[in-house]
T-cell receptor
């Protein structure tokens, strides 16, 4: 079945650092990918929709200059958390709709810890 | 926007018994309702989904029912097993299941199967 791969799975870095997270669709193309954020023991909140070849669409309250999204190819979307601070520490998960109108498949997430 | 409520937040059942998790949604335009299972440190895995033109769907021990009039849908797991222990999320979208829209998630249910 459709597989979404996310990298890295865990990153720890100092406050002020920028961190890039990759989301890849394996064996299928995804013109659209989605980025979610999940705090401990909470639900997933949609942050933005990543569109191949065009600008991402951000949900209300999500800072586009803080969370930079690039979808440069049909199999890769990246999320860069710029100048990260401790409050940005969270579990970031991407998803992509499978081929032929299949439901969304999720990556295994990236745990981001900012010291 | 869409709002999805999920109950209960924690559910403990004896192995072999049935478990039922309920969700309500607010946006009558929502037409796709997936259920995801999330294990610790992993991304959500789709276990079953239903579209608004169907009232019930079954897949072995798992079933989902949808009442469009009341705007609620439920997950039923029969003959529960220890490996069913996880956090379950319901979600809703207007994308028809094709992944055109991001998902709005409920807050999750921690299902505990007691041996």
């Amino acid at each position: 079945g459709a597989v979404v791969s996310q990298h890295p799975s865990w990153v720890i870095c100092k406050s002020g650092t920028s961190v890039k997270i990759e989301c890849r669709s394996l064996d299928f193309q995804a013109t659209t990918m989605f980025w979610y954020r999940q705090f401990p023991k909470q639900s997933l909140m949609l942050m933005a929709t990543s569109n191949e070849g065009s600008k991402a669409t951000y949900e209300q309250g999500v800072e586009k200059d803080k969370f930079l999204i690039n979808h440069a190819s049909l199999t890769l979307s990246t999320l860069t958390v710029t100048s990260a601070h401790p409050e940005d520490s969270s579990f970031y998960i991407c998803s992509a709709p499978g081929p032929s109108n299949q439901p969304q498949h999720f990556g295994d997430g990236t745990r981001l810890s900012i010291l | 926007g869409e709002n999805v409520e999920q109950h209960p937040s924690t559910l403990s059942v004896q192995e072999g018994d049935s478990a039922v998790i309920k969700c309500t949604y607010s946006d009558s335009a929502s037409n796709y309702f997936p259920w995801y299972k999330q294990e610790l440190g992993k991304g959500p895995q789709l276990i079953i989904d239903i579209r608004s033109n169907v009232g019930e769907k079954k897949d072995q021990r798992i079933a989902v029912t949808l009442n469009k009039t009341a705007k609620h849908f439920s997950l039923h797991i029969t003959e529960t097993q220890p490996e069913d222990s996880a956090v379950y999320f319901c979600a809703a979208s207007k994308g028809g299941g094709g992944g055109a829209d991001g998902l709005t998630f409920g807050k999750g249910t921690h299902l505990i199967i007691q041996p």
